[in-house]
Each structure stands twice: as C-alpha cells, then as structure tokens.
C-alpha cells in the first residue's frame, strides 16, 4: 500500500435490511484518505456519506450492516507497520475498540446528542484516557484542562466542571473536537460538525479544526452537503450519489473542472453570494430516486442532461481517470 | 426610518410618493417580549427581548429579506406580524385588500380572519407542518374549507389546479404526505399558502432544510409564483447566499434588533455595520481559491435576556470605542434607502463582497 495513504476502501458494499427491502446504502463505493490531509465528501441526504464513515468505525446502526468490500487501515508508527482490514473486524472486537477513540475518533453534528447529559465534560473527557491509556490515568485532569485551553474554551478550570447542556452550542462543538483530540488520533472523522451552527460560529469551529490538524497531523475526513465548507476545508473530495463515489478529485479540479453531470449541475445549482441576476437558478430536475428501487445502470441517468439511451440506463459505469487523482464514474468519459 | 419618526406618519399619505414603490406593510417599533417565569409561583423574574423595537417597511411586490443568526428574533418578528404570536408593543400597519390600511396589532377577531386570508405563512420543516393523517385535498383544501369558498366539487378542482401550479400532479390528490420528498412537502406548504390567492406571504426558512438541488427548484418556484400572483414576501433566512438571491432589499438583524437595512446589492457590496461585514465575511464561499478570506468574530452572540449596555454588538465588534459600550445608536437613514444603527458609521471603511454582474 502506499506509504501515504492512511484508510484505503474498496468497493465498500454496506446494506440496510428493511421489512420493505434492502437499501444498499453504500453501494461499492471505493475512496482512500491520505494521512494529515483533508478529504471532503459531499452529497445529498441519502447518498451514503454518513453510512460510509460509519462503517469506516464498525459502527453501522442495526438493521444495517457491511456486506463486502474491504476498509484498510495502515498503520505506521516507529517499528509498527502493519494494514487492517476493518471491514473484517466484528464490531465488538476488541481490536476495534481499540482503533476507536484513539486511532479514528468522530465528531457529529449535534454536539448535545453525542456528550452524556448527567457527566461533566471534564469527566468524559477523561474517560478516553481511563479507557485506552489505564496506565496513564493520572494525567489525566492535567491533560484534560490542556485540551480545553487549546481547542479554545473559555475558562477552562471552570468549565470542565460543567455540565454539556450549561455550554453555549459553539462551546460545546469545542468541548466534543476536544474529546475526539484527547488521545492524537490518526484521522478525525467530523460528519456534518458546523451544519447546526451560526456562520460566524462555523467559522471559529473550522478554523479551530485546521488549526488543530496542523498541531497534530492528523487526517480529516469532513462529511457535509454544503459546498462552501468543502472548498474552505478539503485537499481532496469524492463526491457521493446514491452510495456510490461518482467522482473524486483534488479540491481546485472539482471546483473549476468537475467532469460528472451531477457534480457540474450541483455547482450551477447554488446561489452565490456574489451574483445576483435575478436570474433563475439551474435545478436538478426531478429528486433522488427511493434508495430502496435504485435504477439499474447509472444512478444518476433519470436526471441527467447527458442521459444516453441504452447505455447509461443498463451498465454501472466504472472509474475513469482524467487526471493524476482525478477520476469520475461516467459513461461520458469512457472510450 | 427612524421609529420615533415612521410612528407619526400617516402611512396613507406616504403612498404614491415619487421614485418610492407602494408600501403594502409597515412596521412601527415592534416588541415581543417572552416572560421569564421561575420558582413555585411562576413569578417573572426577566424577560427575553426576542424583538425590541424593529420598524421596517415593505414594498408591495418585493422581497424583502430577514437575516441573522439563531436568537436574533428574525422568525419571532415574521410570526408577530402575522399575530401567530401576540406582539408585546409596537404598530403593523397592513393596507390589506379589503380592510385597507389597518393596525394588524390591534385588529378584532373578526377583522383578523379577513386579514389571515390574505396573508400566509410557508415553514422551515416540511416533516412537521404537514398533518400526516390528511390527504393533499385536505391538507390543500382546508383554508379553502375553513374560509367557506365553494363546495366539495369545487375545492377538489382548486386543489388539482394549485397542485399543478407548484409543480406536483395533480393525480396525487388523495395521497398522503409521507409518500413524498422534503422538496414536494414543500412544494405542498407552498400550495397550501396560496390557496386563499394571498397578498402577503412571509416565507419562514423555506429552503433550509432541503438539499442543494432541491432548493434551487424551490427557490425558482417561489420566484415564479411571485411574479405570476404579485405577491409581497418575507423571507427570513440565515443563509446569506439564498437571501442574496433572492431578496431585493435586505435587513439585518441582531439580538432583537434591526441594525442595518438596505437594497441587497449596497447590502452586500457595501455594508455599513460591522455586524453585516462580519456576517459576510463568515460565508463559506464555494471556491477554492477564496480559502482564508474568512474573516472570523470572536466570542458568542449576546443573551436577548440580559443583552449588553450599549450596542449590543460592541463586545464583539473589532471597531468599538467608548461610546459603544455605554449609548445605544439609532437606526439613522445614512444613504437613501440605507439605514443602519451604529456611531462609527460614517467613518468606517467596511469590507462587502465584491458582486459580479
């Protein structure tokens, strides 16, 4: 594998067993993270972006579950040089628990719903050391406070007394980044972090993010519909489209040459805060097909402009390359 | 605009001004203040000033957006003008079709049905404000019903044409909500709203909770039926890019006060209150080549319960000076059209975003 590459996912298959079907929430989706860079994925609700990072941690919410597909995980540190398959692992494996919290830890969208409420945040933010470093449990208070400070929270002395629901919803996003940092993990994985917060107050959480990735050299992957935090955030993005990766490229060459018809429309389709035509905006027609009767061939051929009968209909298009790092999933490109 | 001085006005005087559009609604110093109530007696220890004195005017026709992050009473001042929620103090002068100029703040039950049939309301959240246990007809149907427009054969037609009208077919008629996307719900609000042909709606968040795709066709829908019915909007809304889009003047608000208002373009280009330039400079913009742009605000938005002396922005404004922490500006006209509440602001040089034509 190379050497700089830190999660590796190919054909990632994870499934939904409902009473009316199976959603294939994933649906061979293949992405690779680098280390200490920021990977961006971008979709729609539905398109299998959370589900991906959910089973990246084993943590697929029942009736779901990973059917195929392998999540490498390499590790190097001094002598230790060695790749899991994670896809491989059971979800109580110790092992697992183990890569859990101190080697991919995740921030959520909603910070209230991911701290207990009746614990303080001190108490849980010394719960990862007790957990993983029991040996080392000592240091933890000191440790504790020194997150706090660095991740920006006011006060900390007082405040790692205190209780999630008695912080501010900008402080408490601090306290959670604090948690998933406590113990240096590899990869950081922020599904949706700042999507509840005020601008001003996304702005402080992203710029905090970036600042802790350069103290730690960790990788981020940042999970968000949201465009505009994508070119903020991300080196790298895949895009997402009813669990598949439909393209994946450096952030420049999704920006200003993005080759998939979806991505391309999806770009048209926001308003910018720098134009104002009057104008109508270009929509997508029609919605994203029920995930429980996905079309056969591409996902995407009942709202595409480019939709080629008797072709994009019937075959699942495979990755093409365009560029070093740049490779879409589109009949349009393929020879 | 200043309230002491809108608050005297005759707004039917006003009308027909040279250069100025018709005024079709007018705020004057509008407050709602929620009680605070503790202990065993509910005794009310404070109040929260969701909105303190905001006074605005719409021009029939336009859009007229409402900015601001959470707590700065934005939705608070749309439902008040509504009466969905009784306003605490402060005039809404409405030149409603039938009624005429009234005082929508003091309006009789009676009077206030009248006005409630030419004024709507479109929500944030197309999951909670669709009664799942009704079918479109019904749900479609039921200000039609409630207002007593025509019989059953009637209103099944009028909803089979609204249906169509937002886009949806008509053939759905006898379905229920749960059969369809975050984006057509909305589109059923939509239909919903206008079923009784309103003059006014004001539009509470409309596209937030849809995906990007889907709030370009919703954003295009409401533009569509404006220009085919005329209707007037108020359209609150926290993302500043969608409110640049749509929106011909814009108002700022921040902890349950207005504190700059003017057309969208002057708006965005060349903000006048710091608050507005912070705002603007927080926008992820979706370039890469913006990185870093962002300017960023330090510490928290005010407590509307116990709001900071002054103006309520100077803990957090990079320009305060002594004056900020201890008197209050007015909302001053500086510019036509352009009103915005701060000592500073003839001297500072703000930062806008540069529009591209």
């Given at each position: 594998m190379d050497p700089g590459i830190l999660i590796d996912i190919q054909k990632l298959h994870t499934n939904f067993y409902l009473r009316e079907g199976v959603v294939k929430?994933?649906?061979g989706a293949s992405l690779t993270i680098a280390k200490g860079r920021t990977l961006g994925v971008v979709g729609e609700s539905g398109c299998g972006k959370s589900v991906t990072a959910q089973s990246i941690l084993q943590?697929?919410?029942?009736?779901?579950?990973?059917e195929s597909g392998d999540i490498l995980l390499h590790i190097a540190e001094g002598d230790l040089d060695e790749t899991i398959n994670i896809a491989d692992l059971n979800p109580g494996d110790p092992l697992m628990r183990d890569i859990r919290g101190s080697r991919i830890s995740m921030i959520f969208q909603e910070p209230m719903t991911s701290f207990s409420p009746v614990h303080t945040v001190g108490n849980q933010l010394e719960e990862t050391i007790k957990l993983h470093q029991p040996d080392r449990r000592e240091e933890a208070p000191a440790r504790v406070l020194d997150m706090l400070r660095r991740v920006g929270i006011a006060n900390p002395e007082r405040n790692v007394e205190s209780y999630p629901h008695q912080l501010s919803g900008g402080m408490r996003q601090r306290a959670m980044v604090a948690m998933a940092l406590m113990l240096e993990p590899s990869l950081l994985i922020a599904d949706?972090?700042?999507?509840?917060?005020?601008v001003t107050t996304e702005a402080q959480i992203l710029a905090l993010m970036r600042d802790m990735q350069s103290q730690l050299h960790m990788a981020i992957m940042f999970i968000t519909h949201d465009l505009g935090v994508i070119a903020e955030m991300a080196d790298d993005v895949a895009v997402m489209y009813l669990g598949r990766v439909v393209e994946k490229a450096p952030v420049r060459a999704i920006f200003h040459s993005p080759k998939h018809p979806y991505l391309q429309a999806l770009l048209e389709s926001i308003p910018r805060i720098q134009k104002r035509t009057g104008a109508r905006l270009k929509a997508i027609e029609g919605v994203v097909p029920n995930p429980l009767d996905v079309p056969p061939g591409c996902p995407f051929h009942l709202r595409c402009p480019d939709f080629m009968p008797g072709v994009c209909d019937e075959v699942v298009p495979t990755d093409t390359t365009i560029d070093e790092g740049h490779s879409v999933a589109c009949h349009l490109y393929t020879d | 605009m200043d309230s002491h001085d809108l608050g005297e006005l005759d707004p039917r005087q006003e009308t027909g001004q040279a250069g100025q559009a018709e005024d079709l609604l007018k705020v004057v110093d509008l407050c709602k203040h929620f009680p605070i109530q503790a202990g065993f007696w509910r005794r009310i220890v404070g109040h929260v000033r969701a909105v303190d004195g905001v006074s605005f005017a719409l021009h029939r026709g336009e859009t007229f957006g409402l900015v601001g992050e959470s707590g700065c009473g934005k939705t608070t001042t749309g439902r008040s003008i509504l009466r969905a929620i009784e306003p605490t103090s402060g005039q809404i002068l409405f030149n409603d079709?039938?009624?005429?100029?009234?005082?929508v703040a003091t309006l009789d039950e009676g009077d206030l049905r009248v006005f409630r049939r030419h004024t709507q309301m479109v929500f944030q959240d197309p999951y909670s404000s669709l009664n799942p246990r009704m079918t479109l007809l019904e749900l479609i149907g039921e200000p039609l019903l409630n207002n007593g427009v025509g019989d059953a054969a009637a209103r099944t037609e009028r909803v089979a044409e609204l249906l169509s009208l937002v886009?949806?077919?008509?053939?759905?008629?006898?379905?229920?909500?749960?059969?369809?996307s975050g984006g057509q719900r909305q589109r059923v609000g939509i239909a919903r709203a206008l079923a009784l042909n309103p003059q006014f709606v004001v539009c509470d968040e409309p596209v937030s909770a849809l995906d990007v795709s889907i709030q370009a066709q919703t954003l295009n829908l409401l533009q569509d039926l404006q220009e085919a019915f005329g209707l007037t909007y108020l359209f609150v809304a926290h993302q500043l890019n969608v409110v640049a889009h749509i929106c011909d003047r814009v108002g700022v608000m921040y902890v349950g006060k207005l504190v700059e208002v003017a057309d969208t373009e002057t708006l965005y280009s060349s903000p006048l209150h710091p608050y507005t330039e912070a705002l603007l400079g927080a926008v992820p913009h979706p370039d890469p080549d913006y990185r870093g742009h962002r300017t960023l605000l330090a510490g928290e938005i005010a407590n509307p319960a116990s709001p900071p002396s002054g103006c309520y922005f100077h803990p957090r404004c990079p320009y305060a000076v002594d004056e900020c922490s201890h008197e209050e500006p007015e909302l001053r006209e500086l510019q036509p059209g352009h009103f915005v509440k701060c000592h500073l602001a003839e001297e500072l040089q703000l930062v806008g975003v540069d529009l591209e034509v």
């Open positions: 929430a994933v649906n943590i697929v919410p029942r009736p779901g579950r990973i949706e972090p700042t999507t509840a917060l005020d | 079709q039938e009624l005429g100029w009234v005082d886009g949806l077919r008509p053939e759905y008629i006898r379905r229920y909500p749960h059969a369809f």
